[in-house]
Nanobody, 127 residues
């Protein structure tokens, strides 16, 4: 069982930046693909970004492309989400998730494809 923990959320003004971190407890996830999802008020959980186990391949939702960057440091067993130029509509609880198996690139975008989830970290962007 892999337990994930997110950190780095908080309150920031529009145009500001935050960096979220995701690390597992108890086990490594260097061999697992990882995704970031978010759930805003009154909204369904949505895909934000994903990264392959090697870190070579990344995926982004169109709404964050060019502003957010996902990366990983397998030596530190940590995945990051650098969020720049934040907007009020980015306000949400952000979750990281890991999967044992990636069937295709489309798998990254689907919450149902992930096996392990963190508890989430709140990001609030004020206007």
């Amino acid at each position: 069982q892999v337990q994930l923990a997110e950190s780095g959320g908080g309150l920031v003004q529009a145009g500001g930046s935050l960096r979220l971190s995701c690390a597992p407890s108890g086990r490594t996830f260097s061999s697992r693909a990882v995704g970031w999802f978010r759930q805003g008020p009154g909204r369904e959980r949505e895909f934000v970004a994903g990264i392959s186990w090697s870190g070579v391949t990344t995926y982004y939702d169109e709404s964050v492309k060019g502003r957010f960057t996902i990366s990983r440091d397998n030596a530190k067993n940590t995945v990051y989400l650098q969020m720049n130029s934040l907007k009020p509509e980015d306000t949400a609880v952000y979750y990281c998730a890991a999967t044992n198996t990636v069937y295709s690139s489309s798998s990254y975008y689907l919450a149902s494809r992930y096996d392990y989830w963190g508890q989430g970290t709140q990001v609030t962007v004020s206007s």
